[in-house]
């Protein structure tokens, strides 16, 4: 870390070795790059694991009390773990096994100091400014890109998108970026870097409609939107100044949506959103076959409808249809978890989601009225991530997938951090 210090009237530059808790999120990070690009996850998987063990037996097995943190922890050991070992008809591979215990490490033992757990967000917008980098070369100089995407995955297919082995990724990732810098545009007060803040909030946003990916823009949308809401409660007049700026945009984004389908296609995310529209006017199926996947999981459920058939049962029934080898997973978690896990599966997914969200929301309306920067910015970009992914599991495999949850519960780690500290009436003092 290197900080700028006064002496005598003069700056220095001094370099600050990284603790060990820096490490961690600086490791947690890399593993998440390793996700997305796939072809080194086995290895990033055992290396991660390895390490936070040891930062936990060095911190003499330590746990942080954080009970956000906590109930996830046994939400993921008693369903994606537990319940697959025990009744799943397709076993998790061991990489897949070490993630979930990744993540279960890093929200335990991860310090409650936000000054060491505050890279992530730096971190995961380094990995989306990359990938911006790789969807710009996409669309301009194609032939370059799939000689750099295929070293970089050590693969190549249609669904490449940016540096990531499908679009749901880097659409992910850009989301989360948006969620960031949108709290970083919010917290400014420097009109210059308050320009260039936006510059690259537009940016982004261009590199999110380049993946297609309708369901991630109206998860971004939601989410800066209520970033944006809680920085205007200070006043009626703010707050009415920010629902009538939202109304513009989503009517002017609607438009906009259905001029690109109409003019352009389907080819972006603001093409396949005005199809959506327009089918969903005309009373079409616009779920690109999500409908029949829901079909089979409401089918299937029927075995057990209060415990479900299983964690991961339904990728190994899918295979023995028409679609196996192509439908991973229902593309719906909330669908799939009660096909999987049943009524009670379900309803305790959705109390943890409820009660997470309800903690977001006060850390957010707390540091927003707060004078810290550093605080205010955490507690908007956590909340910003957890939205995009309640919505976005709507319509995805999130919580199946590493290259989203591991984002995801960086996010709940965030989250529990600030809760803490909130609960115990602390405040940081450095901002970023």
């Known amino acids: ?8 009237n003069s700056l220095l530059l001094t370099f600050k070795k990284p603790n060990m808790w820096q490490w961690m999120t600086a490791f947690y990070v890399l593993y998440t790059f390793m996700a997305i690009l796939g072809q080194f996850m086995n290895y990033a998987s055992v290396f991660i694991f390895i390490f936070i063990l040891f930062c936990a037996v060095k911190n003499r097995g330590r746990i942080v009390k954080r009970p956000v943190a906590f109930v996830w922890c046994l939400w993921i050991l008693i369903y994606p773990i537990l319940d697959n070992f025990l009744r799943g008809e397709y076993k998790l591979q061991l990489y897949e096994l070490l993630s979930y215990g990744t993540v279960i490490l890093f929200l335990i033992f ?8 505050k890279g992530l967000l730096t971190g995961f917008k380094i990995i989306a400014w990359f990938n911006v980098f790789g969807i710009l070369l996409q669309n301009l100089i194609p032939r370059l890109h799939t000689i750099i995407a295929w070293r970089l995955l050590g693969m190549w297919s249609y669904d490449v998108r940016a540096f990531t082995s499908d679009s749901t990724a880097a659409a992910f990732l850009f989301a989360i970026a948006i969620g960031i810098v949108f709290a970083e545009f919010l917290c400014e007060k420097n009109r210059l870097s308050k320009a260039i803040k936006l510059l690259e909030f537009i940016i982004l946003f261009i590199s999110l409609i380049l993946t297609t990916k309708r369901s991630m823009l109206i998860a971004v949308i939601v989410a800066v939107f209520v970033e944006y809401i809680i920085t205007s409660l200070s006043s009626w007049r703010q707050l009415l100044k920010a629902l009538a700026i939202e109304i513009v945009i989503v009517l002017l984004g609607i438009g ?10 389907s080819e972006s995310g603001l093409g396949r959103l005005g199809e959506t529209i327009i089918g969903i006017i005309n009373e079409q199926d616009v779920s690109s076959l999500r409908s029949l996947w829901a079909q089979y999981m409401n089918e299937w459920r029927l075995d057990n409808t209060w415990f479900g058939i299983g964690w991961e049962s339904f990728k190994n029934r899918i295979y023995n249809t028409p679609y196996g080898g192509t439908v991973p997973n229902g593309h719906n978690v909330y669908l799939q978890i009660m096909c999987e896990e049943g009524y009670i599966g379900l309803i305790l997914f959705l109390l943890i989601l409820v009660v997470t969200l309800i903690i977001a929301l006060n850390n957010a309306l707390y540091y927003s009225r707060q004078s810290v920067v550093i605080e205010k910015k955490l507690a908007l970009s956590s909340l910003s991530i957890f939205i995009n992914f309640v919505i976005y599991i709507g319509t995805g495999n999130g919580i199946y997938d590493a290259c989203i949850y591991l984002y995801f519960f960086a996010g709940i780690l965030l989250i529990s951090v600030l809760d803490s500290l909130r609960r115990k009436g602390k405040n940081g003092r450095e901002t970023y």
């Open 1 to 8: 870390m290197i900080k700028v210090s006064s002496v005598n």
């Open 256 to 265: 906009i949506a259905l001029f690109s389908y109409t003019v352009l296609g």
């Open 110 to 117: 991860a310090d409650d100091d936000v000054n060491n757990v």
